[in-house]
C-alpha cells in the first residue's frame, strides 16, 4: 500500500466495513463504525447520506462541514440551507430527495480553535468511494446531482471540468439523468451581494434543468 506520509493504520478502503445485508439502515449503521482511513480519528461521527430510498433525485457532496460533523446529517449548515432554497425554487419535493456526500467524515485543519475545511484528498475520496456505490445501488435515482468539483470528478473521472459542464445532461451510466454543477458552498464564497445573487441564481437554473426533467 502507498505510503500516504503519515501513520497508516487504517486500510485505506472502507471495503471490509459493509455489511452483509445492504439495506439504507443496515448500511448507515455500518458506516457509523467505519475505520476505512483515518479521518474517523478526528472527526466527530460518520455522516451518512439521508432520505427515503425511494428518492427520485440524488445529490452528492464533496464531505460533511462543520455543522454537519457535529449534528451527524449532511446539508444541515449554512450551504445546505442553499440546497433547500434552491429547491423549493424550482419546485423539488424534499422528500424526493436523496443527499449524501463523497467523503462521510468531516476533513479539516485546525486554525486556533477553528476547524476549517480542507478538500479531502485523492486516497480519502477511493477509500470512501464504496459507501456511495451502495447508496447509489440502493436509492438508484432517476438523477443524479454532482455538487462541486471534488464529487464530479469523483465519479466521472478527474479530467471533469465543472465551468465547462454545469448544468447540462452528462453522458453516464448512472442514472437515467446526470448533472453537475457547482456547490452551493460556492454561493456563500462570494463577496458582494451581486455575486452572491447571481451565483445563487446560476446554482438555482441548473437545478431547473433537473426539475424539468423529472
Ligand atoms: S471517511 Fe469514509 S472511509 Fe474514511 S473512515 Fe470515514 S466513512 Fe470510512
Known amino acids: 500500500m502507498a505510503d500516504?506520509?503519515?501513520q497508516v493504520a487504517e486500510p485505506n478502503d472502507a471495503t471490509p466495513f459493509l455489511p452483509e445485508r445492504t439495506s439504507l439502515k443496515a448500511l448507515r449503521e455500518a458506516a457509523a463504525d467505519c475505520r476505512g482511513c483515518h479521518l474517523w480519528r478526528h472527526a466527530t461521527q460518520t455522516v451518512f447520506g439521508?432520505?427515503?430510498k425511494k428518492s427520485r433525485v440524488m445529490f452528492v457532496g464533496e464531505q460533511p462541514g462543520d455543522k454537519e460533523d457535529r449534528a451527524g446529517r449532511p446539508f444541515v449548515g449554512p450551504a445546505g440551507r442553499e440546497l433547500d432554497r434552491a429547491l423549493e425554487e424550482v419546485g423539488i419535493d424534499r422528500a424526493?430527495?436523496?443527499v449524501t456526500n463523497v467523503v462521510k467524515h468531516f476533513a479539516f485543519e485546525?486554525?486556533?480553535?477553528?476547524?476549517?475545511?480542507?478538500t479531502p484528498k485523492r486516497f480519502e475520496i477511493d477509500a470512501c468511494r464504496p459507501w456511495l456505490g451502495e447508496e447509489l445501488r440502493v436509492i438508484a435515482p432517476e438523477a443524479l446531482i454532482l455538487l462541486g468539483a471534488t464529487a464530479a470528478k469523483?465519479?466521472?473521472g478527474s479530467s471533469f471540468r465543472i465551468t465547462r459542464e454545469r448544468g447540462r445532461p452528462l453522458e453516464s451510466d448512472l442514472a437515467d439523468l446526470v448533472l453537475a454543477t457547482v456547490h452551493p458552498s460556492s454561493i456563500l464564497r462570494q463577496r458582494t451581494d451581486e455575486e452572491r445573487y447571481e451565483e445563487r441564481r446560476r446554482f438555482t437554473d441548473d437545478l431547473r434543468v433537473v426539475a424539468e426533467a423529472l
Do not use: F, N, P, S
Open 96 to 98: 424526493d430527495v436523496y
Open 154 to 156: 469523483a465519479l466521472l
Open 110 to 118: 485546525e486554525r486556533g480553535k477553528r476547524r476549517m475545511h480542507r
Open 4 to 6: 500516504h506520509g503519515h
Open 50 to 52: 439521508e432520505g427515503q
